[in-house]
């Protein structure tokens, strides 16, 4: 989308009672958007060990009425961030529709047969990956992961690849989702849902 056309500005009335059922809408017109390549890539936020804030871009794998899923080694940072302050955020960005939703909540962890189901989806070369990274921790030489990638090769050559005992995933559970839409001379649209209890939403606009 250009700078000089922006799409019609957003409407209470026209959005979900559910953020859940609009953001269905926003990501399937972002997957049909010939511009964006990966609809599902999105910013995890995360309070670090340190209390520091960090930011990471991951895939959004799965979302339904329960929350947002994504996997991880559990041992990497994020991993580690989350076990230490199970709360985060995602933020998605898709320019060619001026559109950004950005979410925040509890973040729980997925079950061992979520995470057995998707990580068995994954090409055989992903799985065998995922044994191969520490991930988060130095490495000494790309030869030296390339040499681990080729013995676990060989370790599950003649069977299938399970999921690592420190690989799952997470969900988050969303307290917050908040739908920004870009506006001419930037007077933006903003429209936050806020859980107020199970299955109730409360919606109010926002100055940009």
Known sequence: MSR??????LALADLAADPL?????????????PGIVFAEAVCLSTLGL????????????HFDGRGFVFYTNLD???????????????????QPL???????????????????AYFGSRPRESRIGAWASDQSRELESRAVLEARTRELEARFADGDVPRPPNWSGFRIVPE??????????RLHDRVVYEREGAGEWARRRLYP
Request: net charge negative; aromatic share 10%.
């Open 4 to 9: 000089d056309s922006h799409p019609p500005g």
């Open 21 to 33: 059922d609009e953001f269905a809408r926003w990501f399937a017109a972002a997957e049909a958007e």
């Open 50 to 61: 340190d209390d520091t804030p960090e930011g990471r871009m991951v895939l959004l794998k």
């Open 76 to 94: 990497s940072q994020k991993g580690r961030a989350l076990e230490a302050h199970p709360r985060a955020g995602m933020t998605f960005y898709w």
């Open 98 to 116: 001026g559109r950004q939703v950005r979410i925040r909540g509890q973040v729980e962890p997925v079950s061992p047969e979520e995470a057995d």
């Open 176 to 185: 917050a989702i908040e739908f920004w839409q870009e506006g001419r001379a």
